[in-house]
């Protein structure tokens, strides 16, 4: 199809030159800066053809050069080459190239698995002018994306449904998002309660890490440091059993989830036949959270104090933006009685909190889709540590970021330990239906003037202070391994 003149323009904003990613000639027409230069990443295994349908399209209607299939090349190794580049031609005074750094934008297409491993890899390069990043929604639940404003469902990938979304991205504003670094301690198991995925199989964004300091007590023959990183929530409990299932079933059967409407389906089914709609019957107490984990959390600058969990709840979630499961928002906006009473906020994005919220079962879960629906609030955060102990239950269920694994918990007196702090920020890109709301925005601080505030469904919460510090460290790096299959990611 013949490119018009007024789209020739309009992409002309976006392009960035072959020069600029090799030792090529530079042209002598290189006049006008493009004022919003992109890197485009695209998992081409999303969304099953959308993903392959999408990199066509860009790479028709850009230059191939800056468009790039996550699964022949990891993001962290595209970035690296093409900001040494930049700084080579910086180096060597070329103007263009300098604008083109200072103005750059990425693009990032797949499931919030995908959108979270480019997160992870800007935050860990640490680089001059990290460019904001604009997310596409290709996977199941596109919780990031949502929380936005870029959509939850998959998006067309024709030519004119590229240009659309590329004037978004010149509309969009600039924002910032905590992220997060979780560790978690425990003795490798070489047996039992993983199958049918033996030994253990964690998800992409955890990989094993060496000793933290000398003088830690876990620093012993048989224990495992795992490391990583997420941007939306970590969950125990029954939200990450149902997702476990589906994993599973999505692992041995591929070919049976290729359509996000199929996806939503068959996960809404996981959740009623596993028994999560009559819990107190089909799962005993012993596998409720506060029969598993003793839980701590930490407010900004302050000292560890041990959570209250109500003996009715059976699945946490340390939520970190405003979309849950498909766009539901787990913590809500609470009363100013509420925020009086027990020091809580809005779910901002970029306070350095997380919010942790509790369900008791699926129909408590369904009472998100009511206005101003919540669960259970039990506290916001800095840091959250987690210790299971000896208990009835030989393993747990958690997620992150959309991604669930199976774990092992003790059978004697050893330990698993999970802890979650702050770690930094990176730029988003937001559109002007983004739900998320920053610290600095005043029209965030002002939402109860508009009728946002809940005060329909009770909270549980009775926090005891223990004076207790321990510092794990942070990571160094979110980088998905090397030996990982690509298509597995969301």
Known sequence: MAESESDSDFLKEFYIPAYIFNDETKFSDLRDVPEFPVLVFINSKSGGQLGGDLLNTYRSVLNEHQIFDVGEEAPDKVLRRVYTRLEKLKQEKDEFATKIHERLRIIVAGGDGTAGWLLGVVCDLKLPHPPPIATVPLGTGN??????????????????????????????????IDNWHILMRMRAPKEGPCDPIPPLELPHSLHAFGRVSSTDELNMEGYHTFRGGFWNYFSMGMDAQVSYAFHSERKLHPEKFKNQLVNQSTYAKLGCTQGWFAASVFHPSSKNVAQLAKVKIMKKHGQWQDLHIP???????????????????????????????????????????????????????????????????????????????????????????????????????DAVVVEISHLGQVNMLATQKCRSKSVNDVSSSTSHHNGEEDDDFSDEDDSKAEPEFRKFGAADTFRIPDEIDISQLS
């Open 143 to 176: 919780n990031l994306p949502f929380s936005f404003g870029w959509g939850k469902k998959n998006p067309g990938t024709d030519r004119n449904s590229v240009l659309s979304f590329l004037e978004q991205v010149m509309k969009a504003k600039e924002m910032k």
């Open 311 to 413: 003996q009715s709840i059976r699945s946490i979630i340390c939520l970190n933006l405003p979309s849950f499961s498909g766009g539901l928002n787990p913590w809500g906006t609470p009363s100013g009685r509420k925020k009086n009473e027990r020091d809580l906020t809005a779910p901002y994005v970029d306070d350095g909190l997380l919010e942790v919220v509790g369900f008791r079962d699926a129909w408590h879960g369904l009472v998100l889709l009511a206005p101003k629906g919540h669960g259970t609030r039990l506290a916001q955060a800095h840091r959250i540590r987690f210790e299971f102990h000896k208990g009835a239950a030989d393993h747990t269920y958690m997620r992150i970021d959309g991604e669930p694994w199976k774990q092992p918990l003790p059978k004697d007196d």
